[in-house]
T-cell receptor, first 111, second 114 residues
Framework: LAKTTQPISMDSYEGQEVNITCSHN???????ITWYQQFPSQGPRFIIQ?????VTNEVASLFIPADRKSSTLSLPRVSLSDTAVYYC????????????WGAGTKLIIKP | DSGVTQTPKHLITATGQRVTLRCSPR?????VYWYQQSLDQGLQFLIQ???????AKGNILERFSAQQFPDLHSELNLSPLELGDSALYFC?????????????FGPGTRLLVL
């Protein structure tokens, strides 16, 4: 069973690039990695998903090294509105299908 | 707006009581997920249903039960309630049942147990 570990909190400044890393040591070959963003009192919202190497969309990039034991969410040129909690999710695809959520990283962007 | 609806938005009740939380998934979505989020805590995955069948089980207590109906809406029952059950309960839905599915979350039901 995979276990996910994320930093509890991070600070950065407007206009900077922010990288949040999630460790998932026991990830299996077919497991997917997904990141969600959550604002207070709202449901999480999908940001990006990957399986290996690098994925980029209009809001973020996801870097997954070859051993897949970690993944890094990269937010380019953050703004104050990016202040939120970010969760990584490992979706296990084996016979014992499970959803393994990280504890979340509280990102605070300062002006 | 994700397209997932949850009712009620707020619920205040007492220990020992029973409550039912309701979730309507996005049109066309076959999977429904339930989550519990206590104050300033992370998401706790409870259970997932796919097209009426249980697909995955997380940290759901024996006092909790859930089901997905033929019209694909889902209900989460909590009984008997304890003080520690006070939390925000989220429902999410997705088209399929696999790990590559994007989950769309509802606005949540805030439960307060007194």
């Amino acid at each position: 069973l995979a276990k996910t570990t994320q930093p509890i909190s991070m600070d950065s400044y407007e206009g900077q690039e922010v990288n949040i890393t999630c460790s998932h040591n026991n990830i299996a070959t077919n497991d997917y990695i997904t990141w969600y963003q959550q604002f207070p009192s709202q449901g999480p919202r999908f940001i990006i998903q990957g399986y290996k190497t690098k994925v980029t969309n209009e809001v973020a990039s996801l870097f997954i090294p070859a051993d897949r034991k970690s993944s890094t969410l990269s937010l380019p040129r953050v703004s104050l509105s990016d202040t939120a909690v970010y969760y990584c999710l490992v979706s296990e695809q084996n016979s014992n299908y499970q959803l393994i959520w990280g504890a979340g990283t509280k990102l605070i962007i300062k002006p | 707006d994700s397209g997932v609806t949850q009712t009620p938005k707020h619920l205040i009740t007492a220990t020992g009581q029973r409550v039912t939380l309701r979730c309507s998934p996005r049109s066309g979505d076959l999977s429904v997920y339930w989550y519990q989020q206590s104050l300033d805590q992370g998401l706790q995955f409870l259970i997932q249903y796919y097209n009426g069948e249980e697909r995955a089980k997380g940290n759901i207590l024996e006092r909790f039960s859930a089901q997905q109906f033929p019209d694909l809406h889902s209900e989460l029952n909590l009984s008997p309630l304890e003080l520690g059950d006070s939390a925000l309960y989220f429902c999410a839905s997705s088209v399929g049942s696999g790990g590559q599915e994007t989950q769309y979350f509802g606005p949540g039901t805030r439960l307060l147990v007194l």
